[in-house]
């Protein structure tokens, strides 16, 4: 790569995108945006030129072919992905790929077996993996300080009337509902945070979702390959945003809220036990950077360096699998 920076477009140039995904590409070391892409050439170019940017384009095939661009980042609603991550990847573009990664765990294998054949990186992003409030807690699991780890729990509420996605509750455009949309970096973490493989899923779902709405909503129980077993509750119908990471092991547990934060100190709380009956409590204040800065720094430096994606496909394939099964009341998760 002859700069030092990757030239990045934007497919799906939208409020999030514009509020988190330009800022960070801006504040990016190795990072540059180029171009934005939005179904509106008009929009599109009024949008390049209030970033000084060159490139606005109305189609993803569009920016896909531009020399100008080395990477694309996806941030359009969740049907589009497939088609969007398609013709990036014949493009020549590495993809970064907003989570969840597609409608189904098809689409999804469509769309690493295509990154794959055109020599491109793929990267999902689960930008929680960027944590250093999650990466503590897998750090204490994977240490042995909590002993076995028999449960776990990943929850994740906010009011979805708040939101400015017309497209949130449409089941055709989502694919789900809170299980799509935070359920999957509830998912995400906990495998992650337990570096374990989900085996079976149970859900239920309010209302059950139909062809053309989606669940408001739900919770899902998991059990994984070591025996953990797990839940989420995730919801579009909280009073305000709430999320909370615990694990329970058998000498200890540990446990922190606001666990989906960036740009701010977090408390991350772990309780021991150190006898038959005591115990010793610590907590410890963790500062999370901007997440969507450490992400794309993360994509940019593999494919300057040539190095693994951060978050390969696999992740988003794996994820994938169980959002299906939890879409549809459970079952037993399918092995590659």
Same mark, same amino acid.
């Given at each position: 790569?002859?700069?030092?920076?990757?030239?990045?477009?934007?497919?799906?140039?939208?409020?999030?995108?514009?509020?988190?995904?330009?800022?960070?590409?801006?504040?990016?070391?190795?990072?540059?945006?180029?171009?934005?892409?939005?179904?509106?050439?008009?929009?599109?170019?009024?949008?390049?030129?209030?970033?000084?940017?060159?490139?606005?384009?109305?189609?993803?095939?569009?920016?896909?072919?531009?020399?100008?661009?080395?990477?694309?980042?996806?941030?359009?609603?969740?049907?589009?992905?497939?088609?969007?991550?398609?013709?990036?990847?014949?493009?020549?573009?590495?993809?970064?790929?907003?989570?969840?990664?597609?409608?189904?765990?098809?689409?999804?294998?469509?769309?690493?077996?295509?990154?794959?054949?055109?020599?491109?990186?793929?990267?999902?992003?689960?930008?929680?993996?960027?944590?250093?409030?999650?990466?503590?807690?897998?750090?204490?699991?994977?240490?042995?300080?909590?002993?076995?780890?028999?449960? !776990?729990? $990943?929850?994740? &509420?906010?009011?979805?009337?708040? #939101?400015?996605?017309?497209?949130?509750?449409? *089941? =055709?455009? /989502?694919?789900?509902?809170?299980?799509?949309?935070?359920?999957?970096?509830?998912?995400?973490?906990?495998?992650?945070?337990?570096?374990?493989?989900?085996?079976?899923?149970?859900?239920?779902?309010?209302?059950?979702?139909?062809?053309?709405?989606?669940?408001?909503?739900?919770?899902?129980?998991?059990?994984?390959?070591?025996?953990?077993?797990?839940?989420?509750?995730?919801?579009?119908?909280?009073?305000?945003?709430?999320?909370?990471?615990?694990?329970?092991?058998?000498?200890?547990? !540990?446990? $922190?809220?606001? &666990?989906?934060?960036?740009?701010? #100190?977090?408390?991350?709380?772990?309780?021991? *036990? =150190?006898? /038959?009956?005591?115990?010793?409590?610590?907590?410890?204040?963790?500062?999370?950077?901007?997440?969507?800065?450490?992400?794309?720094?993360?994509?940019?430096?593999?494919?300057?360096?040539?190095?693994?994606?951060?978050?390969?496909?696999?992740?988003?394939?794996?994820?994938?699998?169980?959002?299906?099964?939890?879409?549809?009341?459970?079952?037993?998760?399918?092995?590659?």
């Amino acid at each position: 790569m002859a700069s030092h920076k990757i030239r990045y477009g934007i497919i799906g140039y939208g409020l999030f995108a514009e509020r988190s995904i330009a800022p960070a590409m801006q504040a990016s070391s190795n990072s540059i945006l180029v171009a934005v892409q939005k179904r509106s050439l008009g929009t599109a170019h009024e949008k390049a030129s209030a970033l000084s940017l060159q490139f606005a384009f109305a189609s993803a095939q569009e920016l896909a072919a531009s020399p100008e661009v080395d990477a694309v980042f996806i941030a359009s609603a969740n049907s589009a992905h497939h088609d969007e991550v398609i013709a990036a990847a014949r493009g020549g573009k590495h993809v970064l790929v907003e989570k969840p990664m597609a409608m189904n765990s098809s689409e999804a294998e469509r769309m690493v077996a295509e990154c794959e054949r055109n020599h491109v990186k793929l990267m999902v992003g689960q930008v929680l993996r960027f944590s250093p409030l999650v990466k503590k807690m897998r750090e204490i699991v994977m240490s042995g300080a909590l002993g076995h780890i028999v449960s !776990a729990e $990943a929850d994740y &509420f906010y009011d979805a009337r708040l #939101s400015r996605r017309a497209w949130l509750l449409s *089941r =055709t455009v /989502a694919g789900g509902g809170p299980i799509f949309d935070v359920g999957v970096h509830c998912l995400d973490t906990l495998r992650f945070v337990l570096d374990d493989n989900v085996e079976s899923v149970q859900s239920m779902l309010t209302p059950p979702p139909t062809t053309t709405a989606t669940e408001r909503s739900a919770n899902i129980d998991l059990q994984f390959s070591k025996g953990t077993l797990a839940s989420i509750a995730c919801s579009f119908e909280g009073p305000f945003r709430h999320t909370l990471l615990k694990v329970v092991g058998t000498e200890g547990l !540990a446990y $922190a809220s606001d &666990f989906t934060a960036g740009e701010q #100190s977090t408390t991350l709380s772990i309780e021991k *036990r =150190t006898g /038959a009956t005591a115990q010793e409590s610590e907590s410890m204040s963790i500062i999370i950077p901007n997440l969507y800065v450490e992400e794309v720094t993360a994509f940019s430096r593999c494919i300057l360096e040539n190095t693994p994606s951060p978050i390969p496909g696999i992740v988003g394939i794996d994820n994938q699998k169980v959002l299906d099964l939890a879409m549809n009341g459970g079952g037993r998760v399918s092995q590659a």
